[in-house]
């Protein structure tokens, strides 16, 4: 049976009147200015929906039933959604990053670290950085972490230090940062000065093997990246810093990862939505190509 409302005690025609039904399986059909709308229990706001009933809104079940039109009208700080194009600082902005977030917002997904991850990545100040940062990210599917960096994988010495100048420290914590201008930013040299860490499968052909070795996490703001080298089928990158969160154990299967060193959010959403399992402190891979640095 069909039960009809205005917004409380709002029964103008301009407001919207909404009935609605709520069948045994869950499923909503509405009928808000006459029209009818089916929303199922997939639907990526149906608990908005639902709690939206409580207040007979018209207007606000039109735009939570309507997902698109929600996503047309987002803004936030320098990036704004409208009429279906990505604008970054008025400008428009289309790459596979913004096609890939507009789907998650569509798809009722976590989405807000992925704008911390482009508004990183815009930071940075080269623009061949940038596009060749979106070809390295989008081929090695990495996991984004809640507050907009990366993770990639490093091997490393015995003692924690890199292989190639056996200095630099990258014990759990440690932060390991270079001058900008002493990493090559040319992408067509593959073994060359500066900062290295990659994908697993990089790794695994660096010393990842080696009985004195360890494999560990590493965690690089986009705005650091500097070249990703085209030697290695693009499974590497140099960049100025990085932050060394854990020790790889086994395969990453997390999309999310907290900021909090060793510890894993049990949550979907990055570029490929795989479920996400927890680790202890002493799991991840890492990519480590050094030249004449680390």
């Given at each position: 049976?069909?039960?009809?409302f ?23 059909t ?5 029209e ?18 409580e ?32 604008l ?7 790459t596979?990053?913004?096609d ?10 976590p ?7 482009l ?23 990495l996991?984004?972490?809640?507050d ?17 100048s ?6 759990v ?12 930013d040319n ?21 990842g ?16 990246i ?8 693009c ?24 900021a ?12 490929d ?10 799991g ?11």
């Amino acid at each position: 049976m069909f039960k009809l409302f205005g917004k409380k005690e709002r029964e103008s025609s301009e407001m919207g009147r909404v009935a609605f039904l709520q069948s045994g399986s869950g499923t909503i059909t509405l009928l808000i200015d006459k029209e009818s709308h089916t929303v199922g229990i997939d639907h990526p706001n149906y608990y908005k929906i639902l709690q939206s009933l409580e207040e007979r809104d018209a207007e606000e079940l039109l735009d939570l039933i309507d997902v698109p039109t929600s996503v047309q009208n987002y803004s936030d700080g320098k990036i704004k959604i409208q009429e279906g194009l990505f604008l970054y600082e008025g400008s428009e902005l289309n790459t596979g990053l913004t096609d890939r977030i507009m789907k998650l917002m569509i798809a009722g997904h976590p989405f807000k670290y992925m704008l911390k991850f482009l508004n990183n990545l815009m930071d940075n100040p080269s623009g061949r950085a940038v596009q060749e940062g979106y070809t390295f990210l989008d081929n090695r599917s990495l996991p984004i972490t809640e507050d907009g960096c990366f993770l990639a994988y490093k091997s490393v010495r015995e003692d924690w230090t890199d292989w190639y100048s056996g200095e630099f420290d990258n014990s759990v914590g440690k932060t390991v940062s270079i001058a900008r201008n002493r990493v090559d930013d040319n992408c067509e040299k593959g073994c060359s000065y500066g900062l290295h860490a990659g994908a697993i499968d990089y790794v695994s052909g660096y010393h990842g093997n080696d009985p004195d070795s360890h494999v560990v996490i590493v965690k690089i703001n986009p705005k650091d990246i500097v070249s990703v080298p085209t030697d290695c089928d693009c499974t590497k990158i140099r960049v100025c810093s990085y932050e060394v969160v854990d020790v790889y154990e086994g395969e990453l299967k997390e999309v999310l990862y907290r900021a909090d060193v060793g510890n894993i959010e049990q949550l979907v959403g990055m570029f490929d939505n795989m479920a996400a399992e927890h680790w202890d402190v002493d799991g991840e891979e890492i990519d480590d190509d050094y030249s004449d640095l680390d």
